[in-house]
């Protein structure tokens, strides 16, 4: 029998001792591998469940050790039919060791069977899958709490889905199956005017197919009702297949709140025309138009045409003592404003500093047609009208004409010298010189 017995443990144990309810003593029956074990092989049952527990259970699992080992309560409970097992923990070293004792009954009735077995494996990967899965679900909660409103799964084959967690709507109510959680976001989140839309897009069947043709991912917009207002959502669909059951599929969906993304952008987009322009005219500013015409010049083929215009406004000194700063600014604007009816839109047009505007026309060799457009500035500022006051401003006008590639510098030393010639002769006037090819 006990042969018998000692097969059968020892399939499920590795230690196996036999206590006599008696003399309270026991002895080894058999172990399996010559695992290591606190028990001494044989001695007094209660001094070496004592010894055990004193030496190598952890002080906090010390007083359930004691209770459940009793060995009068063992054996009520043995004899009243029950299963009787516990599980603890013990140093080993440095080592946490985890393990499973179980008592039965032996056939002869004095004996009391104890089987030990080791399960540090065991317990151990049941510990890291408890890690990894707490792990992806901390890094899921992660991602939807701080880079998504909402993170849903959907088994393809039954319709049924899983909402792993909302923000941002506060009332979210999941539903079983992902046709009901669509339809419950389109009636009290989604604004009346994309409903249908958005409806559509999410059926199923239209849903796996787009995702599919566009390459494994799917992305939407949509606009939806919160408490403190409208916000738009980028909506992301993907498949995955089952890893177990190969031939199931799982669409995966998550929302971001892109709102504060969009009013990021468009502040950036702020920031970066103050940036590049005159606060005063909303011309651009010198340091832009410098860049934007060094970079033209450097790159332009051998028979691409440009005008540099440099211009002054005639004795603005006399505007701001005569009427103040105020009426001077206004002066200012206004030639903004003049300049942007004036000409092209394409064209670079710049506050250079003070009273002095540069403008810089790109494909241009036509005098005559830069004549014409100076002209119509001219006659607009002649008829200036700022703070109830008819001021007639004028203008003088240094240009300079080039072709290939040249340097700024020189294309400023041309135009100043040009228009320090209309300044010569009395102001309020234009004129044009060349810039001298490369190399002459």
């Known amino acids: 029998m006990f042969e018998y017995l000692r097969t059968l443990l020892l399939h499920d144990y590795t230690h196996i001792f036999v206590v006599?309810?008696?003399?309270?003593s026991y002895s080894t029956l058999t172990s399996r591998g010559g695992g290591a074990t606190p028990l001494p092989p044989s001695g007094m049952y209660e001094a070496a469940i004592r010894h055990m527990a004193e030496r190598h259970l952890f002080p906090e699992d010390r007083e359930a050790f004691a209770s459940a080992t009793d060995l009068d309560l063992v054996t009520r409970r043995l004899d009243a039919g029950e299963e009787v097992a516990l599980r603890y923990r013990i140093r080993q070293g440095s080592d946490v060791r985890y393990r499973f004792l179980q008592f039965l009954s032996a056939e002869d009735g004095i004996g009391i069977i104890m089987a030990l077995?080791?399960?540090?494996?065991?317990?151990?990967?049941?510990?890291?899958?408890?890690?990894?899965?707490?792990?992806?679900?901390?890094?899921?909660?992660?991602?939807?709490?701080?880079?998504?409103?909402?993170f849903i799964t959907v088994d393809v084959r039954t319709g049924l889905c899983t909402t792993v967690a909302a923000a941002?709507?506060?009332?979210?109510?999941?539903?079983?199956?992902?046709?009901?959680q669509i339809?419950?976001?389109?009636?009290?989140?989604?604004v009346p005017e994309e409903r249908e839309a958005y409806l559509r897009y999410f059926d199923l069947d239209r849903l796996i197919p787009r995702i599919r043709q566009s390459g494994g991912t799917a992305s939407m917009f949509c606009t939806v009702m919160y408490a403190d207002g409208l916000h738009e959502l980028l909506i992301r669909s993907t498949l995955v297949r089952d890893t177990v059951d190969l031939r199931g599929?799982?669409?995966?969906?998550?929302?971001?709140?892109?709102t504060s993304i969009r009013r990021m952008e468009e502040a950036n987009r702020?920031?970066?025309?103050?940036?590049?322009?005159?606060?005063?005219?909303?011309?651009?500013?010198?340091?832009?138009?410098?860049?934007?015409?060094?970079?033209?010049?450097?790159?332009?083929?051998?028979?691409?045409?440009?005008?540099?215009?440099?211009?002054?406004?005639?004795?603005?000194?006399?505007?701001?003592?005569?009427y103040g700063h105020m009426t001077g600014d206004a002066v200012l604007r206004y030639m903004g404003r003049s300049m942007?009816?004036?000409?092209?839109?394409?064209?670079?047009?710049?506050?250079?500093?003070?009273?002095?505007?540069?403008?810089?026309?790109?494909?241009?060799?036509?005098?005559?047609?830069?004549?014409?457009?100076?002209?119509?500035?001219?006659?607009?500022?002649a008829q200036c009208h700022v703070d109830g006051l008819g001021l007639s401003v004028t203008l003088s006008v240094g240009g300079a004409f080039g072709?290939?590639?040249?340097?700024?510098?020189?294309?400023?030393?041309?135009?100043?010298?040009?228009?320090?010639?209309?300044?010569?002769?009395?102001?309020n006037g234009l004129f044009f010189d060349r810039v001298p090819p490369a190399g002459r």
């Open 20 to 24: 006599d309810r008696e003399t309270r």
């Open 117 to 150: 077995r080791d399960e540090t494996s065991l317990v151990m990967d049941r510990i890291r899958e408890a890690h990894q899965l707490a792990l992806g679900n901390s890094c899921i909660r992660f991602v939807v709490s701080n880079l998504c409103e909402n």
């Open 340 to 381: 942007r009816r004036s000409f092209r839109s394409g064209d670079i047009l710049c506050r250079w500093g003070g009273d002095e505007y540069v403008i810089f026309l790109c494909g241009v060799d036509d005098e005559e047609a830069v004549g014409k457009r100076i002209e119509s500035l001219r006659g607009r500022m």
């Open 403 to 427: 072709r290939g590639p040249g340097s700024l510098a020189e294309l400023y030393r041309v135009a100043d010298g040009a228009l320090y010639k209309v300044k010569r002769q009395g102001r």
């Open 183 to 190: 339809r419950w976001f389109a009636e009290n989140v989604v």
């Open 249 to 258: 599929e799982y669409v995966l969906l998550f929302a971001q709140d892109i």
């Open 168 to 180: 941002g709507n506060g009332t979210l109510e999941p539903q079983k199956s992902f046709r009901e």
């Open 270 to 322: 702020t920031l970066l025309v103050r940036s590049r322009r005159d606060r005063l005219t909303g011309l651009l500013n010198r340091e832009t138009t410098e860049k934007a015409i060094t970079e033209y010049l450097r790159g332009c083929g051998p028979d691409d045409a440009y005008c540099f215009l440099l211009l002054d406004v005639d004795r603005f000194k006399t505007f701001n003592d005569r």
